[in-house]
T-cell receptor, first 114, second 113 residues
Framework: GESVGLHLPTLSVQEGDNSIINCAYS??????FIWYKQESGKGPQFIID?????DKRQGQRVTVLLNKTVKHLSLQIAATQPGDSAVYFC?????????????FGQGTILTVHP | DSGVTQTPKHLITATGQRVTLRCSPR?????VYWYQQSLDQGLQFLIQ???????AKGNILERFSAQQFPDLHSELNLSSLELGDSALYFC????????????FGQGTRLTVV
């Protein structure tokens, strides 16, 4: 699993700006990826997912991009709002017999200033 | 509210003790997952059950065990507790066993003193 210290990557943006959160994954066999948002004192909340046969998927104000060549995932949040402030995690599903197991990235702290 | 219920919300116990964490999945969800979140290890997958059967196993210590009951609720048992077991323990559930759109509970914060 991932090792997380006390110093997570941080991203500070102004309200109304677009935010891009990046994630590198490790398992080339992973075929399913999810972005989660975790607010203080709460459990992770599903945002959007993407399968490996796609390179882009859009939701409400969010877009996930997948680049399998370099094993990179990004989450774009349009018109970021103060309520978007949280820790964002990418997670990969190992596929095959590990399909039930999600491996989470270390997380990125997003702070949105009014 | 995700629909996944975890009890208790907070638990303080001494080293060497045994505790049981409980999870009720969302209505209709057959799959239950347990995760541990700590500052130094992040979110770590522990174990998954689907319709009562163990489906996938992660970095779960031998001192820890889990089960899923016929009514689909699940319990995570932690024994011989150590200070390092202090963490947030999350339960998640999904309809299918493939972890698509897994919904997380609010977690149980375990403090071992």
């Amino acid at each position: 699993g991932e090792s997380v210290g006390l110093h997570l990557p941080t991203l500070s943006v102004q309200e109304g700006d677009n935010s891009i959160i990046n994630c590198a994954y490790s398992n080339s066999a992973s075929d399913y990826f999810i972005w989660y948002k975790q607010e203080s004192g709460k459990g992770p909340q599903f945002i959007i997912d993407i399968r490996s046969n796609m390179d882009k998927r859009q939701g409400q104000r969010v877009t996930v991009l997948l680049n399998k060549t370099v094993k990179h995932l990004s989450l774009q949040i349009a018109a970021t709002q103060p309520g978007d402030s949280a820790v964002y995690f990418c997670a990969e599903n190992g596929g095959g017999t590990s399909y039930g197991k999600l491996t989470f990235g270390q997380g990125t702290i997003l702070t949105v200033h009014p | 509210d995700s629909g996944v219920t975890q009890t208790p919300k907070h638990l303080i116990t001494a080293t060497g003790q045994r505790v049981t964490l409980r999870c009720s999945p969302r209505s209709g969800d057959l799959s239950v997952y347990w995760y541990q979140q700590s500052l130094d290890q992040g979110l770590q997958f522990l174990i998954q059950y689907y319709n009562g059967e163990e489906r996938a196993k992660g970095n779960i210590l031998e001192r820890f065990s889990a089960q899923q009951f016929p009514d689909l609720h699940s319990e995570l048992n932690l024994s011989s507790l150590e200070l390092g077991d202090s963490a947030l323990y999350f339960c998640a559930s999904s309809v299918e066993p493939e972890n698509t759109e897994a919904f997380f509970g609010q977690g149980t914060r375990l403090t071992v003193v």
